[in-house]
């Protein structure tokens, strides 16, 4: 397999299309076919290298102006991509741990899930039992008894 069928097998099942646009780009440049073949690289760790390099740039910015865009020309975006194929992990400080073969993370099985434990019925009974003895009365309601000067709307309230 040489390195453009890497990409585009490794790109096979996204659906972003910014993403889909760099990728574009990589395929587009031929010359870096042989660092696509290296097997400690990934799309997913490209995506991760690009981000935190778009993070560094507008940190850079906010400290010298006080003002950060995050505005990235599509160029600059392509020429960290093709930084991040061209340079080892070790040079860009990046994990050295090789991810697994294509083959191997397409055919990934999913994690068994794990059944629901059921709780002895006792505990609910007893919850329920707590939770009656807590239960909040309502006050008592008061009676309206007139404080200071009285007005002629007061009296309706007393007589009725």
């Known amino acids: 397999m040489d390195g453009i069928e890497r990409i585009k097998t490794l790109s096979s099942e996204i659906k972003d ?4 646009k760099i990728i574009e780009y990589l395929l ?3 010359d ?10 990934s799309l997913a760790q490209m995506v991760k290298f690009i981000n935190d390099t778009a ?5 850079k910015k906010k400290k010298k102006d006080g003002f950060a865009g995050s505005f990235f020309s599509d160029d600059t975006v392509y020429g960290w991509a093709i930084h991040y194929w061209d340079e080892p992990n070790s040079k860009l400080g990046l994990p050295l741990e090789i991810p697994k073969k294509i083959e191997e993370q397409k055919n990934v099985e999913p994690k ?9 019925v006792e505990k609910v009974e007893e919850v329920t039992q707590v939770e009656k003895k807590e239960e909040i009365k309502p006050a008592p309601e008061k009676k309206w008894e007139p404080e200071g000067q009285l007005t002629l ?8």
């Open 28 to 30: 587009s440049r031929n």
């Open 17 to 20: 299309s910014d993403l889909l």
């Open 112 to 120: 068994e899930k794990k059944e629901p434990v059921e709780e002895p």
């Open 32 to 41: 870096m076919d042989e660092k696509y073949l290296n097997e400690e690289k």
């Open 153 to 160: 709307f007061d009296f309706d309230d007393l007589f009725s």
């Open 55 to 59: 993070k560094a740039e507008i940190d």
